[in-house]
């Protein structure tokens, strides 16, 4: 009896201690999918804020108020940045935040929460584009076959076929849809200028630069809405206030150490299979929340960017960028 009772003890040791390791082993993978659920749900608080924020004083207030929760982190950081790499950090900080989120911004308030989701995706495939042109990457004819479909997806979405038809979109959609595209440019471009500096410095000391470039270089334009409308203020009401620090701690902060600690674990090549989820997530809600529709033109050119984006990164582990701040 005793010698049953043992084996039975020792079984049940044995499922915990498997059930334990498959705990563990799952941590990683729900960082990340927690991570890219919070950066979907942002193309629904960042639509909300821009309803009460001027979109260059909502992009100060976002970068400035995310300095200070991460002053405290930065303190643990023990390496100094080289006066040499100034320039460079510079010009990534207005590339990746400045650039980015005022083309973002501006973008959002004309387009629709679905179209701007679907054509961040574009993002994996201007980065493989950009490191054949400019860092002379390798690229296989599944990586082109993949720009090429993409590309055809993005034609679809911006609305492009309508155009041709004689069916106009409206201006102010169709110039939305062009400013997240500079927006995603713009992240490419400042992502291949710091290739080599992330290999000097952690995400969290560029985060932290690029962020201070962001506030600096959003502070007059902030100034100026308000010069321009001293009582912008007085609309925000507490919805405002929330998408505000669901923008600032939720994307910027939470999110970001969420996917770091994510990667770290799984690697670049598990961790990208999960960015499927925002677009999935904001259109989702976009419909609930915001009663957007899909046109059939949209969820072909949707396909045809998601699959464009897994053919053209195809092999492809070097385009990791941190995403702390690109939306």
Known sequence: MTTKVLQ????????????????????????????HVIWGANFIAAKFALQEFPPMSLAFLRFFLALILLSPFLLTEKRKINKVDL??????????????????????????????????LIIPILSVLGGWWFLKEKVYVVN???????????????????????????????????LIILASISWVAGAILSKGILQKYSTLTLTAVIFTVGAVTFFIPAVNEYLQNPAWYQQITVLGILSLSFITIGSSICAYFLFEWGLSKLGVIKADLFQYIEPVIATSLAMLILNEQLRFSFIIGAVMIALGVYWATLGKDQHRHHKAHRH
């Open 8 to 35: 039975i003890v020792q079984a049940q040791l044995i499922h915990l201690g498997i059930a334990k390791s498959i705990l563990i082993k799952s941590w990683p993978y729900l960082a990340i999918i927690v991570a």
């Open 87 to 120: 320039p460079v950090l510079i010009g990534i900080g207005l590339l990746m935040v400045t650039l980015n989120i005022g083309f973002f911004y501006e973008g959002l308030q004309r387009t629709s929460v679905t179209t701007a989701s679907i054509l961040t």
């Open 144 to 178: 082109l076959a993949g720009i090429i479909l993409g590309f055809i997806g993005t034609v679809l979405i911006v609305g492009l076929p309508f155009i041709i038809l004689g069916i106009q979109p409206t201006s102010q959609s169709l110039l939305g849809n062009i």
